[in-house]
């Protein structure tokens, strides 16, 4: 049982490249979401997934798409990097609406130069 | 709109000082308020999860309460490896999870 994998653990971006940040659940989650913390802030709500099929924004949406076609990934896409864009991410799971644990991916320290 | 505002930013405490961080939300339909530690580079752990008001969680030097409107993890006795940020979230109707801002707790021995 692994968990929630994401990855890569590192990148550095140019501005104006495009990347997928991979995340990956074995947990049977429904709900999947994708954060982002800059320093000495909390985690902000970027987009959320409750079930395959079904994405929905949060917070800070623009810059980033997302897609779920499986309940296990949850991909992030960054279009086109800004430097506004380096932060850590982390993907989250958690089981349906009686789930009592947030599941974290280990992060993805990102740099956009 | 779901929202989670924490209290204070950050805290120093000396070791043995207990204390209380506030984590006041709005949220429409309370599906579970979580509570989290993190330490530098690192990512959240898992403290608590309270689901009505009234409800009350202890793990070792930690209580976390919770009534309608908000919720605090109490720190008895602490210690220099309880310094931390402390991060509460929310999750509502709409399942989507939101997380505060944090308090950063220092705990000085």
């Known amino acids: 049982n692994a968990g929630v994998t994401q990855t890569p653990k590192f990148q550095v971006l140019k501005t104006g490249q495009s990347m997928t940040l991979q995340c990956a659940q074995d947990m049977n989650h429904e709900y999947m979401s994708w954060y982002r913390q800059d320093p000495g802030m909390g985690l902000r709500l970027i987009h959320y997934?409750?079930?395959?099929?079904?994405?929905d924004q949060g917070e800070v949406p623009n810059g980033y798409n997302v897609s779920r076609s499986t309940t296990e990934d949850f991909p992030l896409r960054l279009l086109s990097a800004a430097p506004s864009q380096t932060s850590v991410y982390f993907c989250?799971?958690?089981?349906?609406?009686?789930?009592?644990?947030?599941?974290f991916g280990e992060g993805s320290w990102l740099t956009v130069v | 709109e779901d929202q989670v505002t924490q209290s204070p930013e950050a805290l120093r405490l000396q070791e043995g000082e207990s204390s209380s961080l506030n984590c006041s939300y709005t949220v429409s339909g309370l599906r579970g308020l979580f509570w989290y530690r993190q330490d530098p580079g690192k990512g959240p752990e898992f403290l608590f999860t309270l689901y009505s008001a009234g409800e009350e969680k202890e793990k070792e030097r930690l209580k976390a309460t919770l009534t309608k409107k908000e919720s605090f993890l109490h720190i008895t006795a602490p210690k220099p490896e309880d310094s931390a940020t402390y991060l509460c979230a929310v999750r509502g109707g709409a399942q989507k999870l939101v997380f505060g801002q944090g308090t950063r707790l220092t705990i000085n021995p």
């Open positions: 989250a799971s958690l089981t349906g609406a009686g789930g009592n644990t947030i599941y």
């Open positions: 997934s409750v079930g395959a099929g079904i994405t």
